[in-house]
Structure formats: structure tokens, C-alpha cells
């Protein structure tokens, strides 16, 4: 009950009511053009490797495909430099190195060369698939010589908490990018651009340092305050506030647009950097007029709603939010199996408060088992929460390439397989307002009533592992469907008839899901 008091605050806050939504003004497509139930791909997992060619052109090789399922958006890795030739990004070393100078032991990205990231986009582009840079803005690691500045240690789990006196180190946080030689910047970074290191390379210990040299402001104050301060998360962290360090990102942002024709950002790990300097960052990213409607979404990782959307409020719907706390409730859902109660699927989730700001997802590639986010949602409980963000109208849903595609990792052959009709289904199918029937603890179901141009369907949702019979519950598609046969997609021997009054028995396997629609659009 507390729960629904405090989605219900939330949706009363005057504050809140008064933003402006965001994902309504952006391009979920590269035209920008409005589209029917559009779809984004996370297209890569932690250890995505292809074994016969590089990232990109893989990318570009399956953008046709994508296409066809529906995919309108694709969230590629990072495409920056890193600190190791197989690292993935997030270790950023440079920004402005997309795979083209001789740095780091390798031309190449762990994802391939610049000709190839800028082909791929292309391609891309042309089969109606725009591409979303991953903004590692937070960090630089991988420097290039240390130098000695002055700092005091924190505590680790009290930022704000100074644990030493001022003392002397010496740092990795001269960063002069030999192998470009200036070409489209000319900063070479030092430890005045940065605001906190965790290596004392004089003395060889770990821990979190405060650069207090003069001229340093310490931490920025517009962070989460998560551990009391949360700027600091790791390597050497950037000062945003230096005049320097913005005008340098304020340009990298329209050049890494204007060099692969990207169509907007998946900013990362913004609970660690200066609000002020991401809501320019963004409003810079959409000069001129012609990326106005630049698609932008923020990884804010907390998986509670009452730290979430006060920064949904900062950032005034420019920008939308990964919907942590519905990841989060599927993973306990999948954990608890039987116990756990699916009317509640959507208490206290971004996309029940604020549907037009929320980029659903069901897994990344932070979730994935032994990444420091781990929180897989385990294949019992899969094609339930993808069925929830697909088939439904509200949000904005992200599919992930680890449960699509064969991989080392984390791939499961019939959660693939699902996965790819459901993304169908909500292409075809997934139309028209949608009627809830959420009235049993263990199987809950929707009607998308269709529209005037697409048909609708009728969802069954179980997390019951077994029982006497199928998991069923009587739903209403509509009079004009009396004594139609209606057909699962998942299983087309399935099929039920609709009574007089527009009414059917649907149902689902125990621990899975039905997706019903009229037997004559199901081939």
C-alpha cells in the first residue's frame, strides 16, 4: 500500500506536472519522423566480439534485419579510444580517437576503425536504423605520465569526508594524445582538469583523492549524493566545471555527430557529473535547428523512483531516463518466481509515472552475471518482462543484443527465439489503447484494442511454474470480434473462439506468456 501512496504523490507533484515530457519531442527513428511502436537495440554486450569481422561492420551487416523486426534506434558501444586495445570504451582514454590514429598499442577500437564506425552508421541510416553515440563523459583513464600535485583522501563511503591532511602524490593524469598530435583538439589534459584520482602512484596505494593543488574547486556539488558526494566514481575524474574541459566536450559533441550522422546519445553514469554541464552539453548537442529533436537518454542507475525522478525534474524533459526500477522489479520477479505478486510489476517504475520520459529495458550489458550492476533477470521470467515493455504502449522499450543474438555470455536459444516474435508482435500487433486485467497475483493480462490502420491483441502474462491447467483469464477484444478464432503466435495450434459479447478465455503456458490475435492476420 505504501507503494501506491508514493506513485501517487509523485503523480500529483506540481513540479513534476509541470515538465514537459521528453521522449514526445525527440527523433525515435533517423528521419525523425513519427513512427508506429518503435523499438532501440542495445547492440552489443560486455564482451562482444565477432569472430570473422570487426563490430561495426557487423552492425552494418545486420542493419537490414534490424529493420525488418522494426528497430528504429540502435544504442551502439562506445566508440572512443580506451585505455586497452580490447577495452570497451567506458576505460576512455580519447574521445576524439574513434579508431583512426595509432594510440594505445592499435589504430583500431576494440570495435573497429573509424572508416568502418562511419560506413556502418550509414548503412545503417539507409535501412531506417539511427545510431546513438554512448557518451563516456564522466572519466579519463589510460594516461600517458604521471605527475605530483597535492590532494587529501576521502572516505570511500563518506565523499564529503576528509580522511587525511594535504599531502603529496604522484598521479596518472597527464593525458597528450602523441599518436593525434593535436588534430581536432589541442588540450592536452593535466591534473587541473581533473577533480579526483584513486591512485597514489609515489607511495603505490589505492584510494579516493581529492586534488586540493590550487585552482581546484574540489567536488562538484550538483551530483547525487549518493555517498555523500558521488563525483568521484573512478580513474581520473574530469572537473566540468573547468573552462577548458567544457568548451573541448561542448565541441567533441557536434563533431562526433557531424562525423558518423549519429542521431543522439546514451549519456553514461550522469549521477556522477555536474548537471549543469550535462543540461548544456545536450541543449549544445541540438545546434543547429537541424538536430533539434536529437534523442537523448541518461543512465541514472538507482532503482528507487524517489531518487530518480528528482533529476527526471532537473532536467526539464530534455532528456529521457532508463527505467531502473522496472529492471529492478523484473529481477526480483524473476528471483521469486510464484511468490512474487505481478499486480505490482509496475509500482514505483518511471514508465507508470512518467511514460513519456522512460527507455524500458529488461537487460544490458551492466546486468549481465559478474558485472558490478549485476541483477540478471533470470530466462524463467525473460519473455514475461519483454512482453511487458513490448507489447504495451507506454514507454520507450530497449531490446538487448546478449538475448537476441548467439553469444558466450548470457545468450539462451528460447529466450531468442520469443524474443524475435514478440518484437514482431509488437509491429504488427501491439496497437490501439490498451485495457489492464490485472486481478490475479499470478497471471495478469492487457487487450490492445488495435487502430483504425493496425490490428490489436490480447496478452496473457504467468509466473505460476506449474498447476492444474494454463493460466486464463476472460478479456474483452471487442463485439466486432464475436465469433472470431483467435490464435497464439507463440504456439499457432493454440487457438479459442470469442463469444457474443466479444469476450475470450485466454491464457498462457504456466511461467510464460500468450499473445493472442485474430487467426486470420496471425500468418
Known amino acids: 500500500m505504501e507503494s501506491v501512496k508514493e506513485t501517487k504523490s509523485w503523480a500529483e507533484n506540481p513540479q513534476l506536472a509541470s515538465i514537459r515530457p521528453s521522449l514526445p519531442r525527440m527523433q525515435l527513428s533517423p528521419d525523425g519522423q513519427c513512427k508506429d511502436n518503435p523499438v532501440m537495440i542495445q547492440f552489443f554486450t560486455w564482451e562482444a566480439k565477432h569472430p570473422e569481422m570487426s563490430w561495426w561492420d557487423h552492425f552494418a551487416d545486420e542493419s537490414p534485419r534490424l529493420a525488418d523486426l522494426g528497430v528504429t534506434l540502435a544504442w551502439l558501444p562506445p566508440p572512443n579510444k580506451a585505455m586497452r586495445e580490447a577495452g570497451q570504451g567506458y576505460d576512455a582514454y580519447d574521445l576524439w580517437d574513434i579508431g583512426e590514429f595509432d594510440q594505445k598499442g592499435t589504430i583500431a577500437t576494440r570495435w573497429g576503425t573509424k572508416e568502418q564506425l562511419?560506413?556502418?552508421?550509414?548503412?545503417?541510416?539507409?535501412?531506417?536504423?539511427?545510431?546513438?553515440?554512448?557518451?563516456?563523459?564522466?572519466?579519463?583513464?589510460?594516461?600517458?605520465?604521471?605527475?605530483?600535485?597535492?590532494?587529501?583522501?576521502?572516505?570511500?563511503?563518506?565523499?564529503?569526508?576528509?580522511?587525511?591532511?594535504?599531502?603529496?602524490?604522484?598521479?596518472?593524469?597527464?593525458?597528450?594524445?602523441?599518436?593525434?598530435?593535436?588534430?581536432?583538439?589541442?588540450?592536452?589534459?593535466?591534473?587541473?582538469?581533473?577533480?579526483?584520482?584513486?591512485?597514489?602512484?609515489?607511495?603505490?596505494?589505492?584510494?579516493?583523492?581529492?586534488?586540493?593543488?590550487?585552482?581546484?574547486?574540489?567536488?562538484?556539488?550538483?551530483?547525487?549524493?549518493?555517498?555523500?558526494?558521488?563525483?568521484?566514481?573512478?580513474?581520473?575524474?574530469?572537473?566540468?566545471?573547468?573552462?577548458?574541459?567544457?568548451?573541448?566536450?561542448?565541441?567533441?559533441?557536434?563533431?562526433?555527430?557531424?562525423?558518423?550522422?549519429?542521431?543522439?546519445?546514451?549519456?553514461?553514469?550522469?549521477?556522477?557529473?555536474?548537471?549543469?554541464?550535462?543540461?548544456?552539453?545536450?541543449?549544445?548537442?541540438?545546434?543547429?535547428?537541424?538536430?533539434?529533436?536529437?534523442?537523448?537518454?541518461?543512465?541514472?542507475?538507482?532503482?528507487?523512483?524517489?531518487?530518480?525522478?528528482?533529476?527526471?525534474?532537473?532536467?526539464?524533459?530534455?532528456?529521457?531516463?532508463?527505467?531502473?526500477?522496472?529492471?529492478?522489479?523484473?529481477?526480483?520477479?524473476?528471483?521469486?518466481?510464484?511468490?512474487?505478486?505481478?499486480?505490482?510489476?509496475?509500482?514505483?517504475?518511471?514508465?507508470?509515472?512518467?511514460?513519456?520520459?522512460?527507455?524500458t529495458f529488461v537487460d544490458n550489458h551492466d546486468t549481465q552475471i559478474g558485472q558490478s550492476l549485476e541483477s540478471w533477470v533470470d530466462k524463467d521470467f525473460k519473455a514475461q518482462a519483454y512482453s511487458l515493455i513490448l507489447l504495451r504502449p507506454d514507454g520507450f522499450p530497449c531490446i538487448f543484443y546478449g538475448d537476441l543474438y548467439p553469444n558466450l555470455e548470457c545468450y539462451d536459444h528460447d529466450t531468442a527465439v520469443i524474443l524475435r516474435q514478440l518484437i514482431l508482435a509488437r509491429k504488427n500487433f501491439a496497437h490501439g489503447p490498451v485495457v489492464d486485467y490485472f486481478e490475479h497475483k499470478n497471471c495478469i493480462g492487457f487487450v490492445r484494442s488495435g487502430s483504425e490502420r493496425n490490428p490489436g491483441c490480447a496478452v496473457v502474462v504467468s509466473n505460476n511454474a506449474s498447476g492444474p491447467s494454463n493460466p486464463t483469464i476472460r478479456m474483452h477484444v471487442g463485439k466486432a470480434a464475436a465469433g472470431a478464432t483467435y490464435s497464439s503466435i507463440l504456439d499457432t495450434s493454440k487457438q479459442l473462439t470469442i463469444d457474443s459479447e466479444g469476450y475470450g478465455d485466454f491464457y498462457s503456458s504456466c511461467n510464460s506468456v500468450g499473445v493472442w490475435v485474430d487467426a486470420r492476420l496471425a500468418c
Open 118 to 359: 562511419i560506413q556502418s552508421c550509414s548503412i545503417a541510416k539507409q535501412h531506417g536504423v539511427g545510431v546513438l553515440i554512448d557518451a563516456v563523459l564522466n572519466h579519463k583513464l589510460g594516461a600517458d605520465r604521471v605527475e605530483t600535485f597535492t590532494v587529501v583522501s576521502v572516505d570511500p563511503w563518506n565523499r564529503l569526508r576528509d580522511i587525511s591532511p594535504e599531502k603529496e602524490i604522484r598521479g596518472w593524469t597527464a593525458f597528450d594524445f602523441p599518436g593525434r598530435q593535436g588534430k581536432y583538439s589541442e588540450l592536452k589534459w593535466t591534473q587541473e582538469h581533473f577533480t579526483g584520482i584513486d591512485w597514489d602512484d609515489l607511495n603505490r596505494t589505492n584510494g579516493v583523492y581529492r586534488i586540493t593543488t590550487p585552482g581546484h574547486k574540489g567536488w562538484s556539488p550538483l551530483v547525487s549524493d549518493e555517498l555523500g558526494n558521488y563525483d568521484y566514481l573512478l580513474g581520473s575524474d574530469i572537473d566540468h566545471s573547468h573552462p577548458q574541459v567544457r568548451e573541448d566536450m561542448f565541441s567533441w559533441s557536434s563533431w562526433i555527430l557531424e562525423e558518423t550522422g549519429a542521431t543522439g546519445y546514451r549519456l553514461d553514469a550522469i549521477k556522477h557529473i555536474d548537471r549543469e554541464f550535462l543540461f548544456e552539453f545536450i541543449n549544445r548537442s541540438r545546434e543547429p535547428s537541424s538536430r533539434e529533436k536529437l534523442f537523448c537518454v541518461s543512465e541514472f542507475w538507482s532503482g528507487n523512483i524517489n531518487v530518480l525522478l528528482p533529476y527526471v525534474i532537473a532536467f526539464q524533459g530534455e532528456t529521457a531516463f532508463f527505467d531502473v526500477p522496472l529492471h529492478d522489479n523484473f529481477s526480483r520477479a524473476s528471483k521469486e518466481g510464484s511468490s512474487y505478486d505481478l499486480r505490482h510489476i509496475f509500482d514505483n517504475t518511471l514508465v507508470a509515472i512518467r511514460p513519456a520520459d522512460a527507455v
